[in-house]
């Protein structure tokens, strides 16, 4: 793998380039405002009337309808959620966009499974910072770094490859820019979301939580030890690996993560985890995520209830209440 840096883009290849940003949620607002920063002078952000183009007019932002700001961009930066970016390239960027424009991507998922199919004469890269919206903007203001991955699918123009470093450079990922694909980046993202980040951990804390208060634990013990703890050990590893994070627990825990670790996560859940894989990368899961858009989002709404209302929310939020000091981070 190839790694660039910031050092490696050439700074005034964006400056004078008409930049739009369609949609300004997490990623969208972070780039738009990092772009400003850095010196990107001609920005317009795409978004239907409502909070997010009232948050960008706040911020100092051209605000248009998605088409309206495609018209004349050199690059259209699509920051709209995965679902939408069919209906929107479709509808309002396909016919807008000028010819060797650059359609950029902050996540492959939408042409990796062939839900947006570019235009021929368009450059089509991809940027996607390592993190979320607010993490990449935090760091920016505060003078870190970030890294970010790029890919390009087509290059159209010849300059594709240096316009996608020197955007990600200009975003604030010039700490370290991951060359890929769009396959490679969408499959380890939906698989790590689904399998740890978001599906695994969450299901697992629950489920602990579950074991001890149906053995007659206190609920508030349950989440302090199942939950609470949790931000603890993955800011050690976080920081210092894995490894450095077993030097930093008791031996007690190391001895217990060592000889437990295994039972949890066994042969059956890595096997699981391969048909987990095996749905990304065959389409299936992309396929049943935007049908369920089509038909109401009525299982998705059922599935975010139920996890809304589970007991372990209704602890947390009272204990949560009890440190002030955790809404300061």
């Given at each position: 793998?190839?790694?660039?840096?910031?050092?490696?883009?050439?700074?005034?290849?964006?400056?004078?380039?008409?930049?739009?940003?369609?949609?300004?949620?997490?990623q969208g607002h972070a780039h738009a405002l990092n772009l400003r920063d850095s010196g990107?002078?001609?920005?317009?952000?795409?978004?239907?009337?409502?909070?997010?183009?009232?948050?960008?007019?706040?911020?100092?932002?051209?605000?248009?309808?998605?088409?309206?700001?495609?018209?004349?961009?050199?690059?259209?930066?699509?920051?709209?959620?995965?679902?939408?970016?069919?209906?929107?390239?479709?509808?309002?960027?396909?016919?807008a966009m000028k010819p060797g424009a650059a359609l950029l991507f902050i996540h492959g998922?939408?042409?990796?499974?062939?839900?947006?199919?570019?235009?021929?004469?368009?450059?089509?890269?991809?940027?996607?910072?390592?993190?979320?919206?607010?993490?990449?903007?935090?760091?920016?203001?505060?003078?870190?770094?970030?890294?970010?991955?790029?890919?390009?699918?087509?290059?159209?123009?010849?300059?594709?490859?240096?316009?996608?470093?020197?955007?990600?450079?200009?975003?604030?990922?010039?700490?370290?820019?991951?060359?890929?694909?769009?396959?490679?980046?969408?499959?380890?993202?939906?698989?790590?979301?689904?399998?740890?980040?978001?599906?695994?951990?969450?299901?697992?804390?629950?489920?602990?939580?579950?074991?001890?208060?149906?053995?007659?634990?206190?609920?508030?013990?349950?989440?302090?030890?199942?939950?609470?703890?949790?931000?603890?050990?993955?800011?050690?590893?976080?920081?210092?690996?894995?490894?450095?994070?077993?030097?930093?627990?008791?031996?007690?825990?190391?001895?217990?993560?060592?000889?437990?670790?295994?039972?949890?996560?066994?042969?059956?859940?890595?096997?699981?985890?391969?048909?987990?894989?095996?749905?990304?990368?065959?389409?299936?899961?992309?396929?049943?995520?935007?049908?369920?858009?089509?038909?109401?989002?009525?299982?998705?709404?059922?599935?975010?209830?139920?996890?809304?209302?589970?007991?372990?929310?209704?602890?947390?939020?009272?204990?949560?209440?009890?440190?002030?000091?955790?809404?300061?981070?």
């Amino acid at each position: 793998m190839r790694i660039y840096h910031g050092r490696d883009a050439d700074p005034h290849l964006i400056a004078s380039k008409r930049v739009a940003v369609i949609g300004y949620g997490n990623q969208g607002h972070a780039h738009a405002l990092n772009l400003r920063d850095s010196g990107v002078k001609d920005i317009v952000v795409g978004a239907r009337p409502g909070a997010s183009a009232e948050r960008a007019k706040e911020a100092g932002f051209q605000v248009a309808g998605a088409a309206e700001a495609a018209l004349g961009a050199d690059i259209v930066v699509l920051g709209a959620p995965d679902e939408k970016l069919p209906a929107i390239y479709a509808r309002d960027l396909a016919p807008a966009m000028k010819p060797g424009a650059a359609l950029l991507f902050i996540h492959g998922f939408a042409l990796h499974y062939g839900f947006v199919d570019p235009r021929a004469d368009l450059d089509v890269v991809m940027v996607a910072p390592a993190g979320p919206g607010t993490a990449l903007r935090a760091n920016y203001v505060n003078g870190e770094g970030y890294l970010g991955l790029f890919a390009v699918h087509r290059d159209a123009t010849g300059a594709a490859k240096a316009l996608a470093l020197c955007y990600g450079a200009a975003i604030g990922c010039g700490a370290g820019l991951l060359e890929t694909d769009f396959r490679e980046e969408t499959e380890t993202d939906l698989f790590g979301e689904q399998t740890v980040l978001c599906g695994g951990t969450a299901e697992l804390v629950r489920a602990a939580f579950e074991t001890l208060v149906e053995a007659g634990y206190a609920p508030e013990f349950a989440y302090l030890e199942c939950l609470h703890q949790l931000k603890l050990l993955v800011d050690l590893m976080h920081t210092r690996g894995i490894a450095g994070m077993y030097k930093a627990i008791s031996n007690t825990a190391e001895y217990g993560a060592y000889r437990t670790g295994p039972r949890i996560v066994n042969a059956a859940v890595r096997a699981e985890m391969k048909r987990v894989l095996d749905d990304v990368r065959s389409g299936r899961f992309a396929q049943a995520w935007m049908d369920e858009n089509e038909t109401g989002l009525a299982e998705f709404e059922a599935m975010r209830a139920r996890a809304a209302t589970h007991p372990i929310e209704e602890v947390g939020a009272g204990l949560r209440a009890m440190m002030p000091w955790i809404g300061k981070r």
